[in-house]
């Protein structure tokens, strides 16, 4: 799998924690085939392939009640789909936690997307964790192998701001994003 598989996977987990009340299960069937998130081969160390991250990191942190997001942004045309958004979001908010995730995507391949959030509804949040996979489009096509286990990792990102309940990111071209934020007490 190649960083732009896993920007789909994140992509497509983000589709389904959107749907959440109408989703009851849902199945990553590579779990169970030669394709897995986890490989390895005879006498070598398993491996995390690339749509291992995004798979982890939603299935860890993205915890309790889905918020609506209605994200404005531009759009693109496509022959099958017709105006498709260029930016992506959806939030989690973990009442027993206090903790909110925020997943978002850049679907664009040339431009950044800065995403601004209004988070006055939930007052002293911090930034505990971001982090990025994608976003530089010499990498689009690397691929985690035995060879190379760690080449596709998520990276850290300090390009966000929290300032008077306003969170804003920078996302990177054919990217997705996760930010972490945990109440300040």
Known sequence: YTVEDAVVVGS?????????????VACLAQLVNIIAPIRAESDRPAWRQ?????FALT?????GTVLRAEPR?????????GDVPVADV?????PETGQLTVL???????????LSAQL???????????????????????????????????????EHTLTDGELTAALPPVSWTMLRLAPTA
């Open 12 to 24: 497509l987990l983000m589709s389904l924690l959107r749907h959440a009340d109408r989703v009851g």
């Open 120 to 158: 006055r509804a939930l007052p002293g949040l911090r930034v505990v964790e971001h982090v990025v996979l994608g976003g530089d489009s010499a990498e689009l096509l690397h691929t985690n192998n035995a060879e190379d286990p760690d080449r596709v990792q998520p990276r850290t990102s300090t």
């Open 50 to 54: 690339t749509i291992f991250h995004p």
């Open 90 to 94: 959806v939030a989690t908010h973990d």
């Open 73 to 81: 942004t531009s759009t693109y045309d496509t022959a099958r789909h």
């Open 104 to 114: 978002a995507l850049n679907r664009s391949e040339t431009e950044p997307v800065n």
């Open 59 to 63: 299935a860890r942190y993205a915890r």
